[in-house]
């Protein structure tokens, strides 16, 4: 059936503070099929996470022996326990038909662009300026000043990197915001570089 949507890869980033987690508890409600990506740690569990939910935990045998088998996108030791992105779940999810959705940073748009390109489609987002994210993140009283004030230098520097992605939403009103990236979500699944040519050309004539 020609008009099958496909399984592919949804790219979020954008600075702390930017509204991607609320952005994307309403695009949720309007999109079938999606598996957000986690990552894969041998750390324990803290209190009140899940696995399969916050972490997949596993042991450091099996994240080693993956990494023997070249199953994560990246990887990385930090403080003597491993994290990385299984490609385990991510290639069961695209097998399905699912849109797999990262929220990563741009270091982490780029990896995965430069491995999986013909299937990413991504989207920088971002405040109307960088005054309403201080605001933001202000507002939101969880976080001591110094972490605001180098959040705050972060997004300085990535936002430099908005044209290196796909669509660009500037999440004014979240309202208004929404809807675009539902938009892009849908339009995400029936990119031409997802269907092979011969088997689209053979069922179409």
Request: with cysteine; glycine share 4%.
């Amino acid at each position: 059936m020609i008009s099958e949507k496909k399984g592919a890869i949804l790219i979020l980033s954008g600075p702390s503070g930017c509204g991607k987690s609320t952005l994307l508890k309403e695009v949720y409600k309007d999109i079938g099929d999606y598996y957000f990506s986690i990552s894969t740690t041998t750390r324990e569990p803290r209190v009140g996470e899940e696995n399969g939910i916050d972490y997949f935990f596993v042991t450091k045998e099996e994240f080693e022996k993956d990494i023997e088998d070249n199953n994560f996108l990246e990887y990385a030791l930090v403080h003597d326990n491993y994290y990385g992105t299984s490609l385990k779940p991510i290639n069961k999810a695209l097998e399905e038909k699912k849109l797999v959705i990262f929220d990563i940073d741009v270091q982490g748009h780029e990896l995965v662009r430069n491995k999986l390109d013909s299937i990413v489609t991504s989207v920088f987002i971002t405040t109307p300026s960088l005054k309403v994210l201080e605001d933001r993140l202000n507002s939101r009283n969880t976080d001591e000043k110094e972490v605001i004030e180098n959040r705050v230098k972060n997004a300085k520097v990535e936002v430099e990197y908005f044209r290196d992605y796909d669509y660009l939403i500037i999440n004014d009103t979240l309202e208004e915001a929404s809807k675009q990236l539902v938009s892009i979500a849908n339009i995400t699944r029936i990119k031409t570089k997802l269907f092979d040519k011969d088997s689209i050309i053979s069922s179409w004539l």
